[in-house]
């Protein structure tokens, strides 16, 4: 399979989730990360995995302009991965014209997202972490595949599991192709420095179990020799474990 990280720019986001490109703004301070989806191709896919940020005045999602540089067209990707409903995982599933109308960015895919964890997204009223111009559009969407159990297979090439650590129905994902296995833990592994720190991590739901499957799936990884996706990390988008 390929792996072709969609990379948005490293971003400096403060305690209201406003999210600043570090070059444009290094005076500020606040929690720095990446902000990067991937595009997975295999023989029968073109797969991406979250879809990065909303860009601002109604322009075209960053994600599409990434694609595009990769001569990917959004008509060519067949499946959607939604890990969690963080404004900088979703924001760019669509986007709205000039008339306020919305405009899904991949009418041809099928969108796999957690019934449940939508459900709770959307009762986050108060939560600056969400964008709910974008949540409340999802339930409309022709094209989604709405998730309902713990784990699962999507294909006989992709499973899912509800790790619920960082949030509360967040979910995982394996891609094997042949002999090769790639894994995207999203943000209960976002970057490499949380397999060096075993750290239960306040900011998430559940630290405790996203610290414990973290240790799980490094064995795991090291076993089968993973491909290992960090959607946050600055330097290292792909970890591999040989």
């Keep these: 399979m390929k792996i072709i990280p969609l990379q948005e720019g490293n971003y ?4 209201e ?4 490109l570090i070059n ?3 005076q500020d301070s606040g929690l720095k990360m990446a902000i990067q989806p991937f595009l997975i191709i295999t023989q029968n896919d073109y797969i991406v995995l ?17 694609l595009k540089s990769n001569t990917i067209l959004p008509e060519q990707i067949t499946k959607v991965l939604v890990s969690h409903f963080h404004k900088d995982h979703i924001g760019g599933i669509g ?3 000039d008339k306020d109308e919305f405009v ?19 009762e986050q009223k108060e939560s600056p972490s969400y964008d709910f111009d974008i949540l409340n559009q999802l339930k409309s969407l022709q094209n989604i595949e709405m998730l309902d159990n713990d784990k699962g297979e999507i294909t006989n ?9 960082h949030t509360p129905f967040h979910q995982v994902f394996w891609i094997k192709e042949n002999e090769e296995v790639t894994f995207y833990g999203a943000d209960d592994l976002p970057q490499e420095a949380y397999l060096k720190l075993h750290v239960a991590y306040k900011t998430d739901y559940d630290g405790k179990r996203a610290m414990e ?7 795991e990884a090291e076993e089968e020799h993973w491909k290992v996706l960090l959607y946050h990390d600055m330097k290292k988008p792909v970890l591999e474990f040989f």
């Design 12 to 15: 400096v986001v403060n305690s």
């Design 157 to 165: 090439e992709i499973s899912y599991e509800v790790s619920a650590g």
């Design 213 to 219: 499957s973290r240790k799980k799936w490094e064995q």
């Design 17 to 20: 989730k406003e999210f600043k």
């Design 50 to 66: 979250d879809l990065g940020l909303r860009s601002d005045k109604n322009e075209i999602p960053l994600i599409l302009n990434l």
């Design 24 to 26: 444009e703004f290094p």
């Design 95 to 97: 986007y709205f014209n």
């Design 104 to 122: 899904p960015s991949f009418p041809n895919a099928t969108i796999y997202m957690q019934s449940r964890e939508l459900d709770f997204a959307l």
